[in-house]
């Protein structure tokens, strides 16, 4: 890392801080100095990052390592949350019913989001090597092709589950508890889901950075004929990357689920905040994206606890927009992007 890079990145992390401390201090303002208030704000926050994290950390890995903005990312966070609904329920219409094959909803739970991510890494899977393979050198070509797969996808799910959205009835050990803060009583499932994402961050962060395979993928990124002249198969290192990415999306709407419910409008509405969020930590930028995630669920937060009650009650739903055009208008490349 050259010193250009660093000084950038070390005043990207100095606003990052900046600004998130600034929403904090409006958070407590506009509580009235309520730690209750505060908290509720703040885990919020913390809970709508995460959400969207989950959808844009799959969009990041592969827009960062393949430079293929998949516009199907959506539908496979939606195609998530109707796997994980259907292998937890019992409801008539379903594809399967495990209800009576794993009784205990905790272990159909944890199914459940493997099935999730099943699915959605062989559609990955499918998707990358009959489609996207041949259009690597077109990039229009890949934002047609994504972008019709999505509609495809949703055609596909309102063939198999109808157009009616789908509440979470099941309960389960997560999802029942609650927790204290700040005398405050939250659910439990808040915490596993900002948890989950934590966790997820630093799960792809250690594997692109710290392990054998991360250097693969970012070496086939960087010189593709020098890794495939030391025997390596670069076209499977992109096939797993995409499917990583579609994997990822899928459990992100599985986790989501049972908070969420299933719906059709899951993916459109979870992609275009998900794409401010990547373009906005910087295009490519795995460690952007998460601080951009965490920036945006915060803003989400606050403004939705200001601006209740008022004239103004629209701003949180284009907080994500009005961040990216501030940032922009200061950094280009986004916060931790650089010019691609």
Known sequence: MNLQTL????????????????????????????????????????????????????????????????????????????????????????????TTVVPDPNLRFVVALMGAVAVGGALGVALERGLLRPLYARPVFQLVMTFGVSLVLTEIIKFIWD?????????????????????????????????????????IALLLRRTRIGIIIRAGVEDSEMVEALGINVRAVFTLVFTLGCAVAALGGGVAAPFLGASIQLGNLYLLQAIAVVVLGGMGSY??????????????????????????????????????????????????????
Request: overall charge negative.
């Open 7 to 98: 000084l950038k990145n070390n005043a990207s992390v100095s606003a990052m801080i900046v600004i998130i401390t600034a929403l904090l201090a409006i958070a407590l303002i506009d509580a009235g100095g309520d730690l209750g208030s505060f908290g509720i704000t703040l885990l919020s926050g913390l809970f709508q990052a995460m959400l969207l994290f989950l959808v844009a950390s799959g969009l990041s890995i592969i827009f960062g390592l393949m430079d293929v903005l998949n516009l199907a990312q959506g539908a496979f966070f939606m195609i998530g949350a109707y796997i994980a609904y259907d292998l937890q329920h019992a409801e008539p219409g379903g594809l399967f019913d495990l």
């Open 287 to 340: 460690e952007g994206t998460a601080a951009a995630a965490i920036l945006v669920g915060l803003a989400r937060s606050v403004a939705e606890a200001t601006m209740i009650g008022t004239s103004f009650a629209f701003v949180p739903s284009i907080t994500p927009i009005l961040l990216l055009i501030l940032v922009l208008l200061v950094r280009p490349s986004g916060l931790f992007g650089s010019a691609r």
């Open 163 to 203: 157009t009616t959205p789908y509440s979470w009835t099941e309960t389960f050990g997560v999802r029942q508890g609650t927790f204290t803060l700040f005398d405050q009583s939250f659910s439990t499932y808040r915490l596993f889901i900002v948890g989950m994402g934590f966790a997820l961050i630093a799960a």
